[in-house]
């Protein structure tokens, strides 16, 4: 029986991701495991119109910043529930690729996330983090399909 001792929640803070946690916090409790929350920043986000091109670095270090603290403040919640969490923003343009990273350099046993909601076209279109995820990662991934997309199907 699987029994992991650290699970790895990709979080950008959507409703999805957020539900995710959930059960990913209800897995930990069950088993004693730790909770790694992971944020991914764009390396080259898309600019808003008001920040120059010069003021780029910054921006970047702003997004990872605002990350770190809404991750924290999640972190704190689990906390105060018994779920032991740590935090860490990973910096890519590859979403997917960078979790996967994460997770084998964390050794992580276990990956709870959730599709967006994405089907037919739409998912051929814009491709999948969570099915590149399961594709590549060498752990098991727990994928919680969103009702968005089992309502659809």
Known sequence: MLSPKLILSPIDFSD?????LEVAQ????KYGSQILLVN?????PKL???VSILNEGEYEQQLI?????RLGE?????????VT??????????AAME????????KVDLIVMATHGMTGWRQLAFGSITDKVVRTADCPVLVLRSRAASATA
Do not use: H
């Not at 209800?26 to 409790?29: I, K, M």
């Not at 999640?74 to 018994?82: F, M, Y």
């Open 40 to 44: 991914i920043v764009p390396e080259i």
């Open 99 to 106: 979790i996967v990273r994460v997770a084998e350099s964390e």
């Open 16 to 20: 999805f991701s957020l539900s995710a």
């Open 65 to 69: 910043e605002s990350a770190k603290k």
């Open 48 to 50: 808003p119109k008001d």
């Open 26 to 29: 209800d897995v930990a409790t």
């Open 85 to 94: 969490a740590r935090i860490t923003v990973g910096l890519a343009n590859d």
């Open 74 to 82: 999640l972190a704190e919640k689990l906390q105060r529930s018994g």
